[in-house]
């Protein structure tokens, strides 16, 4: 069964930093692409980024490129997202999913996290 | 404001049938496949249909989808309670070289 297990709720201080995890269990951890899906509180769903630990290709939203680091670490088939300087405004909740990516474009999210809700507040 | 545009709410009475739209562009929808998630309240989102039609294992045939030009529809037919969810489209933006998701459609089922 393909599983993605997200780590626990982060509560953090705005300026603070943030290392959020995402453990694929179930299938070849290394050949399919994982990426990040932000909800804000009350809002839809925005795609951020995207990895693929195979070979650690990374695609990053324009709206996200910068603000977040996506890694992963294919020997504990494992995924991260990680910020070096939270804000307020990145108090949300954000889904980890497994994509499939054909000829360069994702055509979709087969499987999701249960979600790691972070919340920014001094 | 949504690259994708969906109706924000949408209601039917338990055993009927309901559709969704989203609206894009042929820099999206034009020219990508369509998938569909359902987020029941309080979960996580979970994929319906992807590839404009197709459905993954276990996803009952009351959910459809269909694509036409810059246009896609999610069809759910026998309604039941426990449909009530908000539902997404999604697609590739070939503009915005990215993952791009209408505003959500919320279903209630009366």
């Known amino acids: 069964e393909v599983q993605l297990v997200q780590s626990g709720a982060e509560v953090k201080k705005p300026g603070e930093s943030l290392k959020i995890s995402c453990k694929g269990s179930g299938y070849s951890f290394t050949s399919y692409w994982i990426g990040w899906v932000r909800q804000m509180p009350g809002k839809g769903l925005e795609w951020m980024g995207i990895i693929y630990p195979g070979d650690s290709d990374t695609r990053y939203s324009p709206s996200f490129q910068g603000q977040v680091t996506i890694s992963a670490d294919k020997s504990i088939s494992t995924a991260y997202l990680q910020w070096s300087s939270l804000k307020a405004s990145d108090t949300a909740m954000y889904y980890c999913?497994?994509?499939?990516?054909?000829?360069?474009?994702?055509?979709?999210?087969?499987?999701w996290g249960q979600g790691t809700l972070v919340t920014v507040s001094s | 404001q949504s690259v994708l545009t969906q109706p924000p709410s949408v209601s039917a009475a338990p055993g009927q049938k309901v559709t969704i739209s989203c609206s894009g562009s042929?820099?999206?929808?034009?020219?990508?496949?369509v998938s569909w998630y359902q987020q029941l309240p309080g979960t996580a989102p979970k994929l319906l249909i992807y590839e404009n039609n197709k459905r993954p294992s276990g996803i009952p045939d009351r959910f459809s989808g269909s694509k036409s030009g810059t246009s896609a529809t999610l069809g759910i037919t026998g309604l039941q309670t426990g449909d009530e969810a908000d539902y997404y489209c999604g697609t590739w933006d070939s503009s915005l070289s990215g993952v791009v998701f209408g505003g959500g459609t919320k279903l209630t089922v009366l």
């Open positions: 042929s820099s999206n929808i034009g020219n990508n496949y």
């Open positions: 999913v497994r994509g499939t990516m054909v000829r360069g474009v994702i055509t979709d999210f087969d499987y």
